[in-house]
């Protein structure tokens, strides 16, 4: 909030009474004068909110009744949304979402003091913390919005509206900025639309977040995708290959087929340290970041010292998966 529209909300404060009835003639005498000001987004917030405040306590459960009311609506919707996905109904499904989106939006704003986030699992809450350092206190919304607004980006991208799907996608992104599915579904958008420099510079954005064996391949299949486009079919062949040690896929194993039968040329019989060199002399990382391993083993020790028990084993099965490490394996038995 800039510090003029800090000095209107005290202004508006210091005319409070402490009287309800009078109390809101002057706030919605206020949000009346401001509404159309260059900083009424913040304004009306903050009027708003004190409004909220100064409800009595059954009008507050009214509105809160109201609110999980909205949620189930949208939940059904949701479901049905997944439906018509499947059904490949993808112009009923963006009718759907968009209503949706119109529905949930605005449910939760950040002021001064916080923001809202929308994540996934525990976990992401520990590596946002971790990389983005937030000054502001984080708090969790109870809407799946980087959800919705990826699934909206995903129905956008397949009605071929690619600026929209980019837009929706950097929505769902900016409620969960370490969302590893809203990432790589934006790679696939840039994909699409032929736009090869954000489709590498956002894989490689969603690198720091591949902590599984499953999305370490799918990192490597994308970047041997880009040397594919760019001609360089001898790295995008290791690439391949390299992405099939962590998680062998059909897409790997016909793309491997695609460039033994494009360059003439069989698909050699690679040892490991013949691909590690090839990736390192193209500045590809090896393996997963360790620190976010470090940080997923650290939250599953701090969810067992807690004694959840089921979140923790969550975070230790992530690290197992990818490091296959034995005393990992004994903690999650035990859980």
């Known amino acids: 909030m800039t510090e003029y529209a800090q000095l209107i909300i005290d202004s508006i404060k210091k005319e409070l009474v402490g009287n309800y009835d009078e109390d809101m003639v002057i706030l919605h005498s206020a949000s009346e004068k401001y509404k159309n000001d260059e900083e009424s987004t913040d304004i009306l917030r903050e009027i708003a909110t004190m409004m909220f405040g100064i409800l009595p306590d059954s009008e507050k459960m009214q509105l809160a009744s109201r609110f999980e009311e909205m949620k189930s609506g ?26 949706i989106l119109t529905a949930v939006e605005g449910s939760y704003e950040e002021n001064e003091d916080s923001i809202y986030m929308s994540f996934n699992h525990i976990m992401e809450m520990y590596i946002y913390h971790f990389y983005y350092k937030p000054v502001k206190e984080v708090k969790a919304a109870d809407i799946e ?17 690619y600026e929209a799907s980019m837009e929706a996608h950097e929505k769902a992104m900016k409620w969960n900025p370490v969302d590893l599915d809203s990432i790589l579904s934006l790679c696939e958008v840039y994909k699409h639309n032929n736009d090869l420099d954000n489709f590498l510079k956002t894989t490689k954005q969603a690198y720091r977040y591949c902590c599984t064996r499953a999305t370490m391949a799918r990192f490597y299949r994308n970047v041997a995708f880009y040397y594919v486009e760019k001609y360089k079919p001898e790295v995008a062949r290791a690439l391949y290959a390299y992405s099939n040690i962590y998680f062998q896929t059909e897409n790997a194993d016909n793309e491997l087929a695609y460039i033994a039968k494009s360059t003439d040329c069989k698909t050699p019989q690679y040892d490991l340290a013949t691909l590690q060199q090839i990736l390192n002399e193209n500045d590809i990382e090896l393996g997963p970041d360790s620190t976010t391993i470090g940080i997923i083993y650290r939250v599953g020790q701090l969810l067992m010292e807690e004694g959840d028990n089921v ?25």
Do not use: P, W
């Not at 939940?75 to 049905?80: G, L, S």
């Not at 919005?145 to 509206?161: C, D, K, P, S």
């Not at 992530?318 to 490490?325: A, C, G, L, P, R």
């Open 74 to 99: 949208v939940a059904t919707d949701f479901a049905a949304v997944k439906d018509m996905i499947r059904d490949g109904d993808f112009m009923k499904a963006k009718a759907t979402m968009e209503s």
């Open 145 to 161: 919005y980087n959800v919705f607004y990826r699934t909206y980006g995903f129905i956008l991208a397949h009605l071929e509206e």
């Open 311 to 335: 979140k923790a084993k969550d975070c230790f099965s992530v690290v197992y998966d990818i490091t296959q490490d034995a005393e990992v394996r004994e903690l999650i038995e035990k859980l």
